[in-house]
């Protein structure tokens, strides 16, 4: 740059960009005439649901998009004035991780699991030329100690799998600070975490933003991680830009239909007092009384080694009526989907029984066994993995009629199927079709047919949202409150997510280590937690950045 | 200390796997017929016959016969070698070196080769060099090794006369069994490191790499390779087992005096104590290189390490 040049405008600058991905069906356009700009020390919320094009511009940004099947058909990224397309590629390579950094969604499979997390901070400093062996290992220590990992002289020369999620999260941070790069870009930073362990990645992020004044391009779906970060919004809708301004000017008052849509479908919506999606009937007879549940997981460390022993679930008991729900509410390892787990009998039970009109569920006999798993289903987190790619929906749904032969007669079949479809609002022609050939929501709609196929009493729903966005989720949850109403369903609904259980359960239960640390309607519960762990759990919810207090510069 | 409890464990097993091995063997050779008939000439009358089987203790039932074959081997006795009239296993411990030596290099040369072609043609896909490396190596993989074997003496030795037909002796004699033992490995070997590289260089913490800045090279030798080595190292194994299991095919077309040719011969001969040696040294060295790999194992990936303590 010459010194008579005008410094740039923005420190980072993306105009008009257009990013198609080939595919076998043609060209798909990720993003459509995409321009935003980012400055040091603000934060820019990129927000969109899944296949809205927000990821694509980001990796457009590092340059991690591969060509083919991408293809990036026009636009300029210009940093400090210079656009990125006239550097070389080892110029380029240079600018990624030192001046331009980022951060994914998943830090387990995002760090490589054969090296040790010291190595690959090293890594950053050798990549660059800025220091190896020994002096790039204290750099590295002391960079673990910036983002709070505890013992990092200790903690250097372990692996991935070795540190939580959060932890791991940490580490990933680490690495994209480590050289003091001007943007950070965080694809989805917090979305795999727990709400207690993400409230402190997003503190940790707007600390190091306070301290380098790093410019954030953070990319998400989750409304309240926006709204709780961001300084200025864009909201993206397959693959442009709907919407963008100052983050309270958006939130407070969305301009777009779009943005109106996916503001109004945040369930807690109705936090001021309406009953949400909650049963509307008066529940009937406990169907299902659990008591004094336990499960111990046996830790084998070895043929000698005395076993250890994890105590899963803690004497847990409660009832469930007909047509209720009741939410069970915790962070991972709490035991939650343990519960699920042993009470459909995929797992033995240690102790306790649970009786199913009466009957316990860990003494049924084979035969017995069957007729009640016909009358408890079950609806999984990941609508991908839970069903075999290799048969079609009207295989998938009408399978259980396979194994309880009376349900029943096989010329019924076909119009049966398209029953339950209607019922979970898919169409006839869908039946014929292959799983990939369709949407999380719509997939989620499948297993909820397929659960609906037994003629279900009971339906456990283990995190049966939580992979889905938000407007989606919204059109699930009023799916299974319409069913419950209609047909008397009553639900387990196992979830981290504490607006969704506030807005479909009945009754909550809060689960912490394998016990229950507080029971009540789910009204009392979030009037008045009595558990300190509760109000911490709600606590944890993120605060818009406009009302929470800033973020107190270290001394 | 881990590492030591585990050989021990694992030799614990394969020790009963040999004591199997060794019953399967010493019955199964005993039903190829009656070495006497071999071993005395044609015209050698029935007297002579049962004098010969009752010097060599064939005429006593086989469990008095298999008794006294445990009892020698408990005395690191393995009997004699009626082919050659040696100790048996002095016989079968001078033809191993041989055999391992050619599988030692072979296999070397396999795996480095496959590791560097296969890892190129994965760092772009679809390109020509992709392309040429994916053919050769389905050909190598497929060329049956008598086959190349023949063809190969026929053009280096009997057409342009650069290379000796069989035998051993100089370094040139070493090129074409080499050669031969090398092609399949090398070509299947291709194979799983592209199609691993691959899977490897499309996963997240390469995408992480490459946000870091890290050079090219450094992205596929270090962070996609080393993740890859885990299923290129069980084929490797695999192969390695039937190369030191005696490359018979390739040993015999080339006089190899390897334990492969040696198996052979003993068969053929009905040498049964000679076929025991070979049998029981083939075995231990393949339970040997299982208990290398798993220790490659866990040096590879820290998850399978800390799972076993």
Redesign the interface.
Known sequence: MTPSQVPPAHLLEVKDLTVDFLSLGGAFRATNGVSFHVNAGETLVILGESGSGKSVSASAIMGLIDTPPGEICSGTITYRGKNLDDCGVEERRDLNGKKIAMIFQDPLSHLNPVYTIGWQMAEVFSAHGVATGAQARAKAIDILGRVGIAEPEKRIDQYPHQFSGGQRQRIMIGMAIALRPEILIADEPTTALDVSVQAQILDLLKKLQAEDGLAIIMITHDLEVAASMADRVIVMNSGRIVEEGPARAVFENPQHSYTKTLINALPHADATGGTGRRSTTDVGKPILEVKSLNKYYGISSGFFAKSNQLHAVKDLSFTIAKGETVGIVGESGSGKSTVARVLLRLNDVSSGEALFHGRDIFKMEPKELLAFRRKVQMVFQDPYSSMNPRMTIFDIVSEPWHIHKDILDKPRWRDRVIELLGLVGLNPEHADRYPHQFSGGQRQRIAIARALACDPELIVCDEAVSALDVSVQVQVIDLLAQLRDRLGLAYIFITHDLPIVRHFADRIIVMKNGAIVEHARTEEIFRNPQHAYTRQLMNATPRPKWEAAPVPLPA | MAVFGFIL?RSAQSLIAVIGLLVLVFFLSRLTGDPAYLYLPLDSSEAQRQAFSEANGFNDPVYVQFGRYLLGVANLDFGTALSRNRPAMEVALEAFPQTLKLAVIAMSLALVLAIVVGSLAAAKPDSLFDRIASTASLAGASAPDFWVAIVAILVFSVGLGLLPTSGTGTPLHWIMPIFVLTLRPFGLLVQVVRGTMISALA???V??????????T?IIFR?AL??SLLPVITVAGDLAASLVNGAVVVESIFGWPGIGKLMIDAIVRRDFALIQATVLITAIAIFVLNILIDLLYAR????IR?QA?
């Open positions: 464990r996963s997240p913490y995408k992480t790499a490459r946000a870091k800045g890290v050079q090219r450094q962070h080393r993740n590879l990936d820290p998850r800390f303590k």
